[in-house]
């Protein structure tokens, strides 16, 4: 069962989705790294961090390629951060791309956003996806939360770090769990989650990312 729905750390592990977008947009072309058992699942995007410069065309199609394999399970990490990711035109013109690829190979959008809140529910409004948005490392107050579930089809992936009264008020359909770069493994993530909810969530996460990756029933341990 998947339970790490985002991670950076390429350590073989068949319970997480591993971000491969750096070593993809580093290659010469496009092949997922050696080394993975078959049932490994990854994550490929472009970071709006990189967008203090213009991105070469030939990036976006190293990007369609690789999230034409079937390892890889989640487009992103992509999305709008007003303080460090460039200049808001071209996160703008880069997000829209990703969510098109995201639409493309029907794959959900792991979305990284500061500051951006209302501009991302505002292209959720305007380009109408059918596939899910998650907010990546969601550390949000429940008022904010409030605001995306009011919108429809946004997910929450919560890592290390996290509001309390914000997983604890969020419907258990839409809870997801990532260690992003965090040591801590995803197992000890998931219990502090479950101490602020009060309830182990474990099977809901196990749950919540079958549904949305699509995957063939499993039975959570």
Do not use: C
């Not at 750096?22 to 699942?41: F, I, K, T, W």
């Not at 690829?101 to 500051?115: N, Q, R």
């Amino acid at each position: 069962m998947i339970l790490d729905i985002h991670t950076h750390n390429p350590k073989p592990d068949p319970e997480a989705i591993i971000d491969i977008s750096l070593l993809v947009r580093d290659m010469a072309e496009v092949a997922l790294p050696s080394g993975y058992a078959g049932n490994q699942l990854f994550s490929v995007g472009i970071h709006p961090w990189w967008l203090t410069e213009d991105i070469p065309d030939s990036l976006f199609k190293k990007v369609e390629e690789a999230a034409a394999l079937p390892q890889v399970a989640i487009i992103g990490e992509a999305g709008l951060d007003i303080p460090k990711g460039g200049p808001l035109f071209r996160q703008m013109i880069v997000f829209k791309r990703m969510v098109e690829i995201s639409e493309a190979f029907a794959k959900p959008l792991l979305i990284h956003d500061v500051k951006a809140h209302d501009i991302l529910l505002g292209l959720h409004k305007e380009m109408r996806p059918k596939q899910p948005w998650i907010l990546h490392g969601f550390r949000g107050k429940p008022s904010v939360a409030q605001m995306f579930l009011r919108d429809g089809g946004i997910w929450f992936s919560f890592g290390e770090a996290f509001n309390p009264l914000t997983i604890h008020n969020i419907p258990s359909d839409r809870i997801l769990a990532e260690t992003d770069e965090s040591p801590l493994p995803i197992h000890e993530i998931i219990h502090r989650l479950s101490d602020a909810r009060g309830t182990d969530v474990t099977h809901f996460i196990a749950e919540n990312t079958r549904r949305l990756l699509s995957l063939e029933e499993q039975t959570p341990e």
